[in-house]
């Protein structure tokens, strides 16, 4: 195997997920609303994983309580994300979804009771500090944060959560985990439709098509080219290259939508940028066999 093979494949799962609100803003633009997007694009995607989930029951029967704790995460932040990034700024949802490194550092603190040194406490200082930079500084308290801030919030909490689901459950099949979470989206998206959140509109079979083969190609090789990267890689040098990811997402929303953010917003943005480089370089091998399971 090539040396450098895992960090390219990395790379190349960081830029898909960096470019995912492309083919989002074009459903949306074509009349497909969030939920309906998310049901189809995830539910095919769950569907197909289902088999398999089946056939490896007998191996995680005995940490099935991780399974419901990833369908249920793992919904609530595929969800959220996709949610945001279609009806929100691109560029203001990516910097507040990676707060991950914040929420990494304090649940594994509370649930993993694993040790926080002076830097991790200053990266999460520096990420919490960024949010509130990018959320309106002092004029934060003059009005509430948008649903959609909101939205990308949560999803960052509930994926680093999930993440933290993962690695203690590291005795449990990848494919299982990974296509119970794919499931989980597809439940809550299916109850949000029950619950009249929003309604299926009319899609054309072309849209259709594409709509699937997003789900069953571009998300599923993003998620699975950042699971395998992951297991090959040290966790410094994973979290760093993961980053490609948010800068994607930032420069490809800059250039083709012609987003910007205003100076506080992007100072807020850099700190949360350092947080995220503060915490990968803290990792070294030791910690990364212990997280070999965690995914984005």
Sequence with gaps: ????????ILLIGSVLWGLTWIPLKYFNQQGI???PLIFIAYGFLGLLLLPVIIKQFPLWRAGQRYMWLILLLGGIANLSFALA???GDVVRVMVLFYLLPAWGVLGGKIFLKEDIDKTRWVAVLLALSGAFLVLGGFQLFDAAPS???LLALTAGFALSMNNIAFRASAH??????????????FILAVLLLVFGAQTMPAISNTNLGLLIAFGLIWLLAATFATQWAITKLEVS????????????????AMWIAGERLTLLETVGGIMIIVAAVLEAFRGDGSEAKKNLREIR
């Design 1 to 8: 195997m090539p040396i450098n093979l895992p960090v390219l």
């Design 33 to 35: 609303d969030g939920v």
């Design 85 to 87: 990034i279609v009806y």
């Design 147 to 149: 649903w959609v801030d």
């Design 172 to 185: 449990l099949p990848v494919v299982s985990k990974i296509g119970t979470q794919f499931f989980g989206t």
């Design 237 to 252: 040098r994973a979290s760093i290259l993961i980053i490609l990811e948010l800068i994607t997402a930032v420069v490809s």
